[in-house]
């Protein structure tokens, strides 16, 4: 019960806010890859007071055998912390947190033994017979603000695509509110393995594995002490941030993470115009394309306008890293901003022991 003590102390002192909102090889890619709104809470809430700890047990010996039969159970426009207590087993089922339920956890008993899986693909159809399209395939959606997961994994067990194969998107977990914490977690996919949509969200001692822009999207989130896994067949990439405008603060800055696996692989990729992508005091393994970085399309001149760091990163990779001009090698003061957790405000909401 040790753990809990942060869920106590992280929710008793919160207010609750609204949320922010290749070349040849992969052109196509690029086509298929459809872009969300960010999702946008203009709820006015109030701090949660009590404790509800839920029970979820495969075997039967819980509350609930789903995770989403737990969900469901919690209030609309929840005011309580509900820990949903997840035992070891495989959930082969779809769960989504809906923005009406905030403060829930997820408190799985270990990455390798609590899991949850589903299968669905971008070219797949959904009940009412339209594609479901990238940011529908996600096995766990969660759209709910102060939501946190621990020592738990998400998984998407489509087969992995080659590059440029239409409709093969398949996202283990979307995370589209605010200030979400994850620890000791894992994301398993393939392609498009880890939606990181909207909202501030604080990545720690994690492994998220994939093959083609496995993390992507427009969050502003950082990754700390985790493990980037490749899994590509013939080409792939890490990170397709999706920062649209200048003015935006959003950017995944990575910071004493281990990328390993197989490659080439590219480090990030321009998604967005403005892409905010940061790497600091990482690991690369022997991956790395030549070049280091995409962006994107070669038409729309996103190289003079993104925003590609390295900051003391180390490794048999890490000088293809910085293969291209436009993406720099910062100085401690240009790299500090995405070392610490005020680039996700973390001090508001992230426990000192917990960041």
Same mark, same amino acid.
């Given at each position: 019960?040790?753990?809990?003590?942060?869920?106590?102390?992280?929710?008793?002192?919160?207010?609750?806010?609204?949320?922010?909102?290749?070349?040849?090889?992969?052109?196509?890619?690029?086509?298929?890859?459809?872009?969300? +709104? !960010?999702?946008?809470?203009?709820? =006015?809430? /109030?701090? *949660?007071?009590?404790?509800?700890? &839920? %029970?979820?047990?495969?075997? $039967?010996?819980?509350?609930?055998?789903?995770?989403?039969?737990?969900?469901?159970?919690?209030?609309?426009?929840?005011?309580?912390?509900?820990?949903?207590?997840? +035992? !070891?087993?495989?959930?082969?089922? =779809?769960? /989504?947190? *809906?923005?009406?339920?905030?403060? &829930? %956890?997820?408190?799985?008993? $270990?990455?390798?033994?609590?899991?949850?899986?589903?299968?669905?693909?971008?070219?797949?159809?959904?009940?009412?017979?339209?594609?479901?399209?990238?940011?529908?395939? !996600?096995?766990?959606?969660?759209?709910?603000?102060?939501?946190?997961?621990?020592?738990?994994?998400?998984?998407?067990?489509?087969?992995?695509?080659?590059?440029?194969?239409?409709?093969?998107?398949?996202?283990?977990?979307?995370?589209?509110?605010?200030?979400?914490?994850?620890?000791?977690?894992?994301?398993?996919?393939?392609?498009?393995?880890?939606?990181?949509?909207?909202?501030?969200?604080?990545?720690?001692?994690?492994?998220?594995?994939?093959?083609?822009?496995?993390?992507?999207?427009?969050?502003?989130?950082?990754?700390?002490?985790?493990?980037?896994?490749?899994?590509?067949?013939?080409?792939?990439?890490?990170?397709?941030?999706?920062?649209?405008?200048?003015?935006?603060?959003?950017?995944?800055?990575?910071?004493?993470?281990?990328?390993?696996?197989?490659?080439?692989?590219?480090?990030?990729?321009?998604?967005?115009?403005?892409?905010?992508?940061?790497?600091?005091?990482?690991?690369?393994?022997?991956?790395?394309?030549?070049?280091?970085?995409?962006?994107?399309?070669?038409?729309?001149?996103?190289?003079?306008?993104?925003?590609?760091?390295?900051?003391?990163?180390?490794?048999?990779?890490?000088?293809?890293?910085?293969?291209?001009?436009?993406?720099?090698?910062?100085?401690?003061?240009?790299?500090?901003?995405?070392?610490?957790?005020?680039?996700?405000?973390?001090?508001?909401?992230?426990?000192?022991?917990?960041?």
């Amino acid at each position: 019960m040790a753990s809990l003590n942060f869920f106590f102390f992280f929710f008793s002192t919160l207010f609750f806010a609204p949320s922010l909102a290749t070349t040849s090889h992969y052109s196509s890619l690029n086509s298929t890859k459809t872009t969300c +709104n !960010a999702t946008k809470h203009h709820h =006015k809430w /109030v701090a *949660p007071t009590g404790y509800r700890l &839920i %029970t979820v047990d495969a075997s $039967g010996s819980g509350e609930f055998l789903s995770v989403q039969g737990a969900v469901e159970s919690v209030p609309e426009n929840n005011t309580e912390n509900v820990v949903i207590k997840i +035992n !070891a087993g495989y959930y082969i089922e =779809k769960v /989504v947190v *809906p923005a009406t339920k905030p403060y &829930i %956890t997820f408190q799985g008993a $270990g990455r390798e033994v609590t899991v949850i899986e589903w299968h669905d693909r971008a070219g797949d159809r959904g009940p009412n017979g339209q594609q479901l399209r990238t940011y529908k395939t !996600a096995s766990v959606t969660v759209l709910a603000n102060y939501f946190s997961a621990r020592n738990i994994s998400f998984k998407n067990t489509a087969p992995a695509p080659m590059p440029g194969m239409e409709g093969w998107q398949a996202a283990a977990f979307r995370i589209s509110g605010d200030k979400a914490y994850f620890s000791g977690c894992g994301f398993y996919g393939a392609q498009d393995t880890l939606c990181d949509d909207a909202g501030r969200h604080y990545f720690k001692e994690c492994y998220i594995e994939g093959s083609i822009d496995f993390i992507f999207g427009n969050g502003r989130s950082m990754y700390k002490d985790c493990e980037l896994h490749s899994v590509a067949t013939r080409f792939g990439s890490i990170a397709a941030q999706d920062r649209r405008t200048p003015y935006e603060r959003t950017g995944f800055a990575f910071v004493r993470c281990r990328v390993t696996g197989r490659g080439p692989l590219y480090v990030g990729r321009a998604m967005g115009q403005y892409s905010r992508v940061v790497y600091s005091y990482t690991y690369f393994d022997d991956v790395v394309a030549a070049g280091g970085w995409d962006d994107w399309d070669h038409t729309s001149n996103k190289n003079k306008t993104v925003f590609f760091g390295v900051y003391k990163c180390w490794g048999p990779g890490a000088a293809a890293v910085g293969g291209v001009s436009w993406a720099r090698e910062l100085d401690y003061e240009s790299a500090h901003p995405f070392l610490v957790k005020s680039f996700v405000n973390g001090r508001h909401w992230i426990a000192p022991s917990d960041a």
